[in-house]
């Protein structure tokens, strides 16, 4: 009788066990509470669920955008292979457009958004695989509310504008522009900046917006020819100088 008892908590103990595991495989996201405020959207966010090899994604987790991202990108320390997969989804609707597509160098995988993607909390699932066939899942939450743009400079109706890198910021920091601008960013500081594409230090969400180290004076421009929204930063000020430039 003695020996009973122990053997009765060791039950307990495995059943208990084996249900959390099942609950978690079960449930990509779980129920979280990161919330951001000054939204009209509600914006409550799932805890993120990262799979094996993850770094990073662009948008981030839990971000709220003015306007819609160009596509989801998701970036591993691992190289990706087919059929690794990226499902954007609002209300039970896939906002992905085309196929999923593995960049060259296999370390970031990208889908495309639908530009007329409406305000709302977009859950991204995705499935990573590998050379040797095995699939990981994981998934991450952002928002879109274009009711953000109000602390945009508008700039729509000007060819070409300027950005000044000037006390260790992006001045204007987030911009308004039409489709077919071209921006051109100067470095007024002493120290180098930088203009790379989120997420740090992957650079990867819009390649075409990768500076090299830009000394006193120099310039850099892009050309934005697709409407959308675009994440950046300055990869030697990565926490506090970054920007955005929304194309419409
Ligand atoms: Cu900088």
Not at 210 to 223: H, R
Request: glycine share 8%.
């Amino acid at each position: 009788m003695k020996k009973l008892i122990p053997v009765g908590v060791f039950v307990v103990i495995i059943l208990g066990a084996s249900f959390l595991f099942i609950y978690n495989s079960s449930s990509p996201l779980t129920p979280g509470s990161k919330q951001t405020n000054e939204s009209s959207i509600n914006t409550s966010f799932s805890n993120p669920k990262k799979s094996a090899h993850y770094e990073s994604n662009t948008p981030e987790h839990g971000s709220t955008l003015a306007g819609v991202p160009i596509n989801v990108v998701i970036n591993f320390n691992f190289d990706l292979a087919v059929p690794s997969d990226i499902k954007i989804e609002n209300d039970g609707k896939d906002y992905g457009i085309g196929e999923t597509e593995i960049d060259e160098n296999k370390l970031s995988m990208r889908k495309n958004m639908d530009p007329n993607s409406p305000n709302g909390i977009y859950t991204v699932n995705y499935k990573a695989c590998w050379p040797d066939g095995s699939c990981h899942d994981g998934g991450f939450q952002f928002a879109i509310d274009r009711t953000q743009d109000s602390s945009y400079e508008d700039m729509i109706g000007q060819n070409e504008i300027t950005i000044r890198m000037s006390e260790i910021q992006f001045m204007p920091k987030n911009l308004k522009i039409g489709k077919g601008t071209k921006v051109t960013w100067v470095n007024n500081d002493e120290v180098e900046h930088f203009v790379n594409t989120d997420s740090h230090p992957a650079h990867t969400y819009f390649p075409n917006q990768n500076s090299k180290a830009l000394k006193t004076g120099d310039t850099y421009s892009v050309t934005f020819s697709d409407t959308g929204i675009y994440l950046y930063h300055c990869s030697a000020h990565a926490d506090s100088m970054i920007g955005s430039i929304l194309v419409e």
